[in-house]
């Protein structure tokens, strides 16, 4: 493979074996003084993710570049893993990939073999347009949320969706991320780890200083002056010893897991109820916070899904303003950041 592909996509199996060609091996990667810039680079590759959700640009001119950036790729992958946090692996997944798809917009040939590594099944036709059976469109365009993704609104002949560069590279962005996900984290060595000490310190820290920024709370714990009036009419509930739908549970235990409350948290608030189980209760707790399976727990309801369900309860003159019930916290506590509603 030529040394600017193999560290344009460092993903890729030539890459790897490019590396190797040069000398590369892993236990060189992480001791050895020779490898200084490829591991800064690693560095940074996760730290521009956890900041910007991009991996920043590097210069590739020379031989040497390329064979760092090469080895800069299984050194942030080795920090991710070792970490260990399912917020900065999909975050870091999701740069890697963005980067891809920025990269393939100047560089036509590189999309085949690319698709072919990634198990993305296509062929273009003699119009220029990249076909895919639906089956393999569906696979990769799930995540996608506007309706012009939706297999209705494709062009489908034949079982074939067809596709022009933009849409399908925007496809082989959310094979690679998904691919990424899975394969993280890495097993790490205990030697490694050692010598991985002072780097994996520095993103926890930037990781965590994210994190706290990005929490609706600033990381200061939740206030209840701050909450929606949904929020507070079906906690005061739930306390009461109401019965509680299944929706209004689900949008009172993902919303306060948003703020930052853990399990324990979470169900000292039900136990204030006259008749609460923890047997009843903790269990669904625990799936909907995401420690039952071991994940990320699921993401509350925005205000559209609260009022079909019918849970919309006494909305103020700040509901008219935001669209999310976790924005109505920011704003009144100030750590609203962003300027367009979500
Ligand atoms: S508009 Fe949104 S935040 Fe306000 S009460 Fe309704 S669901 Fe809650």
Redo the contacts with the bound molecule.
């Keep these: 493979m030529d040394s600017l592909r193999a560290a344009r996509y460092p993903f890729l199996r030539g890459s790897a074996e490019f590396a190797e060609e040069n000398g590369g091996d892993l236990h060189a990667l992480v001791t050895s003084p020779s490898y200084e810039d490829a591991r800064k680079r690693g560095v940074e590759r996760v730290e521009s993710a956890i900041r910007d959700h991009t991996v920043s640009d590097v210069s590739l001119l020379q031989e040497y570049d390329r064979l760092m950036e090469v080895l800069s790729y299984p050194y942030a992958r080795m920090l991710v893993s070792t970490v260990g946090d399912r917020f900065l692996t999909k975050r870091y997944a999701l740069s890697e990939a963005s980067r891809m798809n920025y990269l393939l917009q100047g560089d036509l040939s590189s999309v085949a073999p690319i698709a072919q590594e990634l198990d993305v099944n296509s062929s273009i036709d003699s119009e220029g347009m990249i076909n895919m059976h639906f089956t393999d469109y569906l696979r990769f365009s799930h995540v996608m949320k506007a309706s012009e993704w939706k297999l209705i609104n494709t062009d489908l002949r034949n079982g074939f969706v067809r596709l022009g560069a933009e849409k399908f590279d925007r496809l082989l962005q959310n094979a690679l991320q998904e691919r990424i996900e899975k394969e993280l984290p890495l097993n790490i060595p205990p030697e490694f780890k050692s010598a991985l000490g002072r780097d994996v310190g520095r993103v926890s820290m930037l990781l965590n200083e994210t994190k706290k920024q990005l929490s609706p709370t600033g990381g200061e714990g939740m206030s209840p002056d701050y909450l929606?009036?949904?929020?507070k009419t079906i906690l005061a509930n739930a306390q009461n010893g109401m019965n509680l739908p299944h929706s209004a549970r689900f949008a009172l235990v993902s919303f306060l897991h948003a703020l930052g409350l853990t399990y324990e948290q979470i169900i000292a608030l039900f136990a204030q109820s006259p008749d609460f189980d923890e047997s009843k209760s903790g269990y669904q707790i625990r799936h909907i916070t995401g420690e039952e399976r071991g994940g990320e727990g699921y993401t509350p309801p925005e205000?559209a899904t609260?009022?079909t369900n019918g849970?919309?309860?006494?909305?103020?003159p700040?509901?008219e303003r935001?669209?999310?019930?976790l924005n109505?916290y920011r704003i009144k506590s100030g750590n609203y950041q962003r300027k367009d509603d979500r």
């Design positions: 929606p009036p949904c929020i205000c609260m009022k849970i919309c309860f006494d909305p103020d700040l509901c935001i669209k999310h019930p109505y």
